[in-house]
C-alpha cells in the first residue's frame, strides 16, 4: 500500500518481542547481579538474531525487540535463545533466575528510514509476549501456519485470546521445543496434557550435520537406595563431559532425568527426544569398589554400537569418566576425533570424600526447594574443606 511518507513503508515481516518475567523483582533483590545477567542476555540474543538474519530493532529496559524475514528463522532464533537462557538459569536458585517471555507475530508493519517498526504487528508480538511463560514462546496462527512442518517444535493451542487494543481475538500457540523439553520455569505438565493438538514436528535444523544424542539415567545397582546420588551424579558427569565435545549435540539433564525411575523403552525415548543415539548403564558401588556397566545404542535401528563394563578402585572414577566419553564419541559416525582437554585445569580431585559431597549436593540442589538447597550448601562447604582446590566444589557452591 502507498503511503504519502516516502521515509515509512509498509510490509509484511515477523516481529520478535521479549522482556523478562519478573524484572522489578529481580532488581529490588540484586541490582547489580540483575544488569548483568541482562547484558549477558542481549548477548546472547544479539547473536541468536544476527545469526538467524533478523535484526535488532531495540533492546530498551529489560525488552527486545527485532524484525525477520523468515517466520521460521524467528522461531528457531526463539527456541535457541531459551535454551542458552535455560541452561545457564538451571544453575541458579528459582528466585534468581532471568526468564524472557518471547512472542512472535507474523504480520504488516511500518518500517521508517531509520529502521524502527510500528503498528499491529508489533503490537500483536507484543500481546503474545505477556501470553508466553517464563522461559517460553509463543507465536501466533500466522507464524503457526508458516513453521508448522518447518521448524523443531510442536504447538499447543491456547485458543483465541482477547488482548489489549486489538480489536479481533488473536489465536496463540506455546511452542515446545522438540530438542530440549520445557524451558525453565515452563509449566511441562500442561504440554503433556495438551501434546495431541500437536501441530508439527520437524528434524532439528541445528542437529543436521551433529551427531545427537541423550543419556538415561544410570541404574542404581548397589542394593542401596542411599547410593541412588552415586549413580546420578555419575550420569550427570558424563552428559557434562560429551557436552564438551562441539561435534555432538546433547540432550540436556533435565530433559534425560524425566525418564529416571520409569520402565524406558530405547526406541520411543529416542524419538521423544528427537535423538540418534541414546547411552544406557548401571552403577554398583561397594566399598572403594565401583563397576560401571555402559552401551552405546543405534535407537534408530536398536542395534548395539558399543558397550563396556569397569571394575575399578573408586580412586580411578574420572579416568573412567573419560574412557566412556572417548569411546562414545570416537563410535559415533565419521569416528569424532576427541578434542584435547587439559584435565589439570579442570581441578578435579583425589578425596572421594569430597567427590561424594559434591555428587549427594549437586542431587540435593536439583529438587529445588530451600531445605535441600541448605543441605547441598553445607555438602559443598565440607567438600571444599576436604580439598580447597576442587573447583568443581567452589563452582556449586556459588
Known sequence: MATTDSALRQRLATILVADVAGYSRLMGSDECGTVAA??????????AIASHQGRVVDMAGDSVLAVFDSAAGAVDCALMVQCSLGDAARELAEDCRMLFRIGIHLGDVMEKSDGSVYGDGVNIAARLEGLAEPGGVAVSESVLAVVKRRVAASFDELGEQRVKNIAEPVRAYRVRSAAAGAAPGASGDNGAAQSGRAAGQSVPRDRVDKPSIA???????SGDSEQEFFADGITEDIITELSRFRELFVISRNSSFKYKGKAV???KFARELGVQYVVEGSVRKVGQRVRITVQLIDATTDRHLWAERYDRELEDIFAI???VTSAIVA??????EAAARDRASRLTTDNLAAYECVLTGKVLHHRGNREDNARAQ???QRAIELDPNYAHAHAWKA
Open 38 to 47: 541482562l547484558d549477558s542476555a542481549r548477548a546472547v540474543f544479539r547473536e
Open 215 to 221: 543419556v538415561l539415567p544410570f541404574n542404581n545397582m
Open 265 to 267: 523403552e530405547v526406541q
Open 321 to 323: 569418566q573419560d574412557e
Open 331 to 336: 563410535t559415533l559416525p565419521g569416528r569424532v
Open 378 to 380: 553445607r555438602l559443598l
